[in-house]
């Protein structure tokens, strides 16, 4: 695997290896966060500038058009004026400074934005609006203002990544078809540029939210995320440069690509951990559930490079309406096509976290306890790498970071992180735990 555009980052780390050079060490904390020794907690900021039907279904029940099932098909429907008017008034509205504050009061230090292709690099004949650009600075400056720091997340690209709804278009998965891969690489080089300025918050750019493995073309992926690479270092040489595992196994797979002895610099593996998307996974008892979240850190403590669990969930459930997609049922309660019932969906399909019932509340304060728990358990390991003639590099320490989806949803009491910190079933400080 060729490191195409790595141009800028590698001239400087060959000139700091030349004989008689001092030593150039590329090291973690370089960046404006120490990664290696601080912990990370964090919220996802999803459904605002890239829409999920489950998280905001009122834009969507407001069309009365059951074949809208996402941003594309909702923007194409609606005409550029509508769709302008609608999505300005949910950008400016959905997230303000004060969700920024309590973020913050809650003891949390990131935000991850997801963002679309379409706000940085929009292509000509596709139906998108823009307009996020200017709310997504006012976002920087709200984090900077509340001492908080964000990862930007390239959430949905050309074609489609995945096939998801939260890509921007439900449907086949036509990313690395045609020019889409360079269209990404633009989106990617429009977003540092746009954010170079902005380091002291902006410490992590994701390269591409949840590219489906099994789709598509792995080794097109890997070249593509080392170009991307490029693309930020040729606009910040420390900015943290997240890449997704693709739903690969996160040692077998990615551990060896991208790391230290690579030639590469501030890299950071994204996994994403929900117990609720099969059948089995589901089915699981809540003690199951738990035990599950437990058995989780012992992978994620052999990653030879930075660990983010960049999604979870205190959901054991995938109750909540139109989670699967618009007009898809859940396989907890047998709804979804192919599912059978394991129980009811009361109160989970739609509806506040306070009028949960007791057990859920239980099962959700225990569960997020134990992923809290497993997820930071690790110490890491520091390591120098290479002659002293060659390339130096620091490798980081492998503590991981965890970032919850999400904060604000209109109905889905499992998944809504400000209500559920409300009603004390997410830890408050984030030390304290009440279950056994």
């Not at 594309?72 to 004060?98: C, E, K, M, R, Y």
């Not at 036509?174 to 429009?190: P, Y």
Request: glycine share 10%.
């Amino acid at each position: 695997m060729l490191p195409k555009s790595i141009s800028v980052a590698a001239v400087i780390a060959l000139l700091a290896g030349v004989n008689g050079a001092p030593t150039f060490k590329l090291k973690g904390r370089d960046v404006d966060f120490d990664y290696n020794n601080d912990k990370v907690y964090g919220v996802n900021l999803g459904g605002w500038f890239v829409l999920e039907p489950w998280i905001t279904p009122s834009i969507f029940e407001a069309t009365n058009n059951d074949a809208i099932v996402d941003e594309f098909t909702l923007t194409q429907a609606l005409g550029p004026d509508a769709a302008s008017s609608v999505l300005t008034n949910h950008w400016n509205t959905w997230i303000t400074q004060d969700d920024f504050n309590q973020i913050a009061a809650a003891g949390l230090n990131h935000v991850r934005i997801p963002i679309g292709y379409w706000a940085v690099a929009p292509i000509q004949g596709d139906p998108y609006v823009q307009g996020q650009l200017p709310v997504l600075d006012q976002a920087i400056g709200w984090a900077r203002t509340a001492g908080l720091r964000v990862l930007l997340d390239l959430h949905g690209a050309p074609g489609s990544q995945n096939g998801f709804d939260n890509s921007g278009r439900k449907g086949p998965v036509d990313w690395q078809q045609g020019s889409t891969v360079s269209q990404t690489l633009t989106a990617i080089a429009n977003l540092a540029e746009r954010y170079a300025g902005d380091t002291d918050v902006v410490t992590a750019i994701e390269l591409l939210n949840e590219p489906l493995g099994p789709d598509i073309n792995l080794d097109e992926l890997k070249q593509f995320y080392y170009d991307g690479w490029g693309n930020v270092r040729n606009n910040n040489a420390y900015t943290v440069v997240t890449i997704h595992d693709a739903f690969e196994d996160i040692n077998s797979f990615w551990n060896g690509f991208m790391n230290a002895q690579a030639g590469v610099n501030n890299v950071m593996l994204d996994t994403h951990i929900y117990q609720i998307f099969d059948q089995g996974q589901v089915s699981q008892s809540p003690a199951q559930h738990v035990a599950a979240a437990c058995g989780s850190a012992s992978p994620l403590s052999t990653t030879d490079k930075w660990t983010i669990v960049g999604e979870w969930t205190g959901a054991q459930t995938d109750c909540a309406k139109w989670l699967n997609g618009l007009g898809i049922g859940a396989r907890y309660d047998g709804t979804m096509a192919g599912s059978s019932y394991v129980g009811s969906c009361d109160g989970k399909y739609t509806g506040t976290v306070a009028a949960l019932s007791d057990a859920d509340k239980q099962n959700i304060r225990s569960f997020t306890e134990a992923q809290l728990d497993a997820y930071e358990a690790h110490t890491g390991w520091v390591s120098p790498l290479h002659g002293s003639n060659v390339l130096h590099f620091l490798v980081w320490a492998n503590r991981w970071i965890q970032i919850w989806w999400t904060w604000h949803t209109e109905s889905a009491p499992e998944w809504d992180m400000q209500e559920l910190i409300a009603n004390g079933l997410f830890p408050q400080p984030l030390s304290d735990r009440q279950c056994e």
